[in-house]
Each structure stands twice: as C-alpha cells, then as structure tokens.
C-alpha cells in the first residue's frame, strides 16, 4: 500500500468513526430519559473503575479537573452517581447509584442492540476479526 491509498483509507476510518458517534449520539436521544455522550461516558467510567474520583476522571480523559467537577455535579444533581463516603481518607470515590445505573444500562442496551443489527449477515470470523481490530486500535493509544 502507497502512503496515498495509506491517508486516503486513514481518513476513511476517520470519516466513519465519527459516523458511529453521531449515530450512537442519535440513538441515545431516542430514549425517554436520554444519556448525553458525557453523561455516559463518565457512567460507563464511574461504573467500570470501582474506587474512581473526578481527578481521575480528569485525568484518563485528559480533562481540565474543574470541567470534571461540573460534569460530575451534573450527575450528582441528576441522581446518577453519588459520594461513597465509606472510602474515607482517598479523596471524594464516586459510585453510580440504582437509576444511574438503570439509566447506563438502557442507553448501553440501544447500543448494543444498533451493533448488533448492524453486524446482521456477518459470519462469526469477521466479528472476530472487527472485534480484534477494535481492540488493537483501542489500545495502541494505552502503550
């Protein structure tokens, strides 16, 4: 492959990424009580790293701590997450509370259900292969 037909597919991929975001962001307001992006990102984050405070929010997502502060009071305000005071003496641990978690677990659902659709009529290797592709992408950015 030339370094032309290289930019050209590189800005494909790029093209249709931003397409999945757009998409998933369309989806997710389709739901009565809609996540926004962020919402669900700090969610699924809070949800998946047990022990998490918003300097480590900040810093995984490589956010100013005060634009945190305000996405988290946000979730705070919403009732989707909530202080954890038992972990005292570590900083402010942040835990998703029932309806944060009910509201994760729809919005991820309409997720999971477009992913699943459009992956109709694909065989079980392709998935694998998308899968692992995902996954190598996704952590060439943590090496």
Do not use: C, K
């Amino acid at each position: 492959m030339g370094t032309e037909q290289r930019e050209i597919d590189i800005q494909s991929v790029y093209l249709h990424m931003q397409m999945i975001t757009r998409r998933a962001n369309a989806r997710a307001r389709q739901l009565a009580e809609p996540l926004s992006l962020v919402e669900h990102s700090l969610l699924r984050f809070i949800a998946d790293t047990p022990g998490t405070r918003a300097t480590d929010i900040a810093e995984a997502f490589a956010l100013n701590r005060s634009t945190v502060s305000r996405q988290v009071g946000t979730l705070l305000d919403l009732g989707y997450a909530a202080y954890d005071d038992a972990e005292a003496g570590r900083g402010r641990v942040l835990g998703l509370t029932d309806l944060g978690r009910e509201r994760l677990e729809a919005s991820a659902a309409v997720q999971r259900d477009a992913v699943n659709d459009r992956l109709t009529g694909w065989s079980e290797e392709q998935i694998s292969s998308f899968a692992a592709a995902l996954e190598r992408y996704n952590l060439a950015d943590s090496q």
